[in-house]
């Protein structure tokens, strides 16, 4: 099936007489006949048990997304952050490292700067357009993973999935992607090498603003018995001495993360939040190719515009990552734009503040057109040497094109614009 079909009939197929529309299962429990069938469950979760860990309602979206990207198997967060935590949770512990591309979102430079080195795992940023020669430094022997954006939030430069594979691989351990702002639609980061995927759903895929939410996706090619990995080999104590390479096989990593992490962390979404996440999956791929139009459209516009310093969409030609974005993102670069306005933050304030449709909100990739002030919003935490790193300019607005009729949305920058001195 091509992706516009796996986004309406993936993951649930009703049989006769059942709901055409994938049923919200609203049950913490499930019941069963005999102690013992239960307990058989707990040496192997073939069915539902309990809702800290699945759902029959989350599970169809799990089965979906996974194979939105082509991947064995993927696992329902309540947000994008969790998902990027247990992403690397998964691979490391106190006294392992992990390196990041350090254009990398906000949330995830703080997760891995300061939260986890808490915990022990340090983070190594590297500069995602740095010579191989030079990104072998980073390697360490306590190495376990390799993780990057394809499409940045908000510095929109495009990833090298495929330099970043081979330098992972050649280390022995797995690339991990934040595939957020391209969506599957635009880019499936496997069929370049990645391993692991990570998304926040709470953009693009539900694309309405009506819940948050995260996954993980495992592309089931990774090598987990490859000799850096003992905790996919050996017994899991804490799991009736399971061995996760043994007994899963392809699906080791996203089941080790389900009954180790999501039943140590419990952070699984409700049984209505996948059911509207579903809503949003199935309109995806029509709604993909209308922001990446719209977005060009605008990028054009802001390109040529007098008050407006430089814009920053891989889609431009003029763009430095447009090559990078041919590539890896063949049909468009999502509806998100940043750009820097000719007289810096007190500018970008007044711009925001004077557009009537555009909403000034938290928020990305939404249905609606929306900007933020990313140095005093989101990347608010970051230090000044951090807001660099990650490609932001006091001055930057992000604006994020919605599905207006784009020259609705071009009217109303030109709103903003007039209010600019
Ligand atoms: C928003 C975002 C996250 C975090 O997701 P939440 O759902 O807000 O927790 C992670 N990565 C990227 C690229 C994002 O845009």
């Known amino acids: 099936m091509k992706i516009e079909t796996q986004c309406l009939h993936e993951g649930y197929t009703p049989k006769n007489g059942e709901p055409r529309v994938l049923p919200i299962v609203q049950s913490t429990t499930y019941c069963f006949d005999s102690t013992e069938h239960i307990a058989q469950l707990f040496d192997m979760p073939t069915e539902f048990m309990y809702s800290r860990f699945a759902n029959p309602t989350v599970d169809a979206v799990e089965k979906k997304i ?30 392992d490292s992990f390196i ?20 022990g795992i340090e983070c190594i940023f590297v500069d995602g357009n740095a010579p191989i020669s030079e990104l072998e430094k980073a390697f360490k022997p306590n ?12 510095a929109l430069t495009v990833l090298d999935i495929e330099k970043f594979a081979s330098l992972a691989h050649g280390h022995g351990v797995p690339l ?18 990645a391993d692991i995927i990570v998304h926040s759903t709470t953009k693009y895929m539900d694309g309405h603003a009506v819940q948050g939410g995260g996954v993980i996706v495992d592309s089931g090619k990774f090598d987990w018995a490859n000799g850096n990995f003992p905790d996919f080999v050996d017994p899991d104590e804490s799991y009736h001495g399971v061995s996760y390479t043994k007994t899963f096989g392809s699906m080791a990593y996203i089941i080790k993360a389900r009954m180790q992490l999501m039943r140590d962390f419990g952070c699984y979404p409700a049984a209505n939040s996948a059911f509207l996440l579903n809503l949003g999956l199935e309109t995806l791929p029509v709604r993909m190719r209308q922001y990446c139009s719209n977005a060009l459209r605008v990028a054009q516009f802001l390109e040529k515009h007098p008050k407006v310093e430089s814009v920053n969409y891989p889609g431009l030609a003029t763009n430095s990552y447009h ?49 933020l002030h990313p ?10 040497e951090q807001l660099v790193a990650a490609g932001i300019n006091a001055g930057m607005i992000r604006l994020s094109v919605g599905l207006e009729n784009v020259e609705d949305i071009l009217a109303d920058l030109e709103k903003g614009f007039a209010a600019v001195i």
């Not at 992403?87 to 490391?92: D, F, P």
């Not at 990041?100 to 915990?119: D, E, H, Q, R």
Request: glycine share 10%.
């Open 66 to 95: 996974a194979a939105l990207e082509g991947g064995v198997g993927a696992m329902c967060t309540t947000s994008g952050q969790a998902a990027t935590l247990f992403s690397i949770l998964n691979l490391c512990n106190a006294g």
């Open 100 to 119: 990041a591309a350090s254009t990398i979102y906000g949330g995830s430079v703080n997760l891995f700067a300061v939260t986890l080195k808490k915990l």
């Open 143 to 154: 190495t376990k993973a390799v993780f990057g954006e394809t499409l940045a939030n908000p």
């Open 176 to 193: 991990i992607i934040d595939n957020t702002f391209a969506t599957p639609v635009l880019c499936r980061p496997f069929e370049f090498g």
């Open 323 to 371: 090559a990078l974005a041919k590539k890896y993102l063949p049909e468009g670069c999502s509806g998100v734009i940043s750009f820097n306005i000719a007289g810096g933050r007190e500018n970008a304030v007044r711009f925001m503040d004077h557009l009537e449709l555009a909403s000034n909100v938290v928020h990305v990739a939404d249905i609606r057109t929306c900007v």
């Open 375 to 384: 140095a005093s919003a989101t990347h608010r935490q970051l230090t000044d």
